[in-house]
């Protein structure tokens, strides 16, 4: 099983409603990491008090259906009431909102919008939401200069997902760039460390192309714990084509992760 398990965490203890309105960022956080339905009403109440912080985070829980019933309609109300509060997350979320069709009609110039609002003031998750727009050509003109002007700004921020694909821009020489393997490999090191399952294929890709065929088992092991599935289908694929008997054993693992689902 290539899934970790998490321990469950403890329950949350009692609180008032005046905690409730004084909790920080960090209590929030706690509470939106613990048993779902807990959180789900410890932040629900939060946000129905009039914390912005929470107001995001309860958006979320409801967008994902996490200890509720899924509800992007609602979910969307709260996103907005945290932009309208000035959270810069909640902006971006709006865009996705737009972007996805949660609780919407799907409207790509409008998620562009939203997220050249929210990357204007900075917010790494925007710009490269909005980079991602650019690539497509969704709601915006094609675009790749600007989309990749967008994912260095994020990548300089630290924004894992945005140095993987700036490390793709440099492994494969895109967009007039000249190919640097070693840039890309540095990259990749990064993100993975920071946890993006592209960024550790890449690296275990990269790896194994050098040789180093333990060190790829591990960065694929950890790809393949939150690994989305199509990744986990191109992993599978791939691994299964090679000499090495330990990375095609990995890929019949893979394989059956994908089977059970």
């Known amino acids: 099983m290539l899934r970790r398990r998490t321990p469950e965490p403890a329950p949350l203890p009692p609180v008032t409603l005046a905690e409730i309105r004084e909790a920080s960022a ?7 990491a613990g048993p779902p339905e807990e959180a789900a009403r410890w932040i629900a109440a939060a946000a129905r008090a009039g914390h912005k912080d929470a107001a995001l985070l309860y958006g979320q829980i409801l967008a994902d259906g ?9 979910a969307l109300g709260w996103f907005r009431v945290a932009a309208e509060a000035g959270d810069v997350r909640g902006t971006n979320m709006l865009g996705r ?7 919407v009609p799907i409207d790509f ?101 050098d040789g180093r065929v333990e060190e790829a088992l591990a960065w694929f092991r950890r790809a393949a714990e939150t690994g989305s599935s199509d990744m986990l289908t ?18 019949d693992e893979v394989q059956s992760q994908l089977e059970r689902g």
């Open 109 to 209: 110039a409008k998620a562009a919008a939203l997220y050249a609002e929210a990357a204007e003031r900075g917010y790494e998750w925007a710009r490269y939401n909005l980079a991602v727009l650019y690539a497509r050509g969704a709601g915006v003109p094609e675009d790749r200069a600007r989309a990749l002007e967008l994912f260095r700004a994020a990548a300089d921020q630290g924004h894992a997902k945005s140095l993987t694909v700036l490390g793709r821009f440099l492994e494969e020489g895109w967009e007039g760039m000249p190919r640097d393997p070693a840039a890309a490999y540095a990259l990749y090191v990064r993100a993975a460390e920071a946890g993006d399952f592209r960024a550790q294929f890449n690296l275990g890709t990269l790896l194994v192309e």
């Open 234 to 251: 191109v992993m599978a694929t791939r691994l299964a084509t090679r000499p090495e008997p330990a990375l095609r054993a990995l890929a």
């Open 26 to 32: 960090e209590t929030l956080a706690a509470a939106f």
């Open 97 to 103: 909102c737009h972007e996805l069709g949660w609780g």
């Open 66 to 74: 996490r200890g509720v019933k899924q509800d992007r309609v609602a």
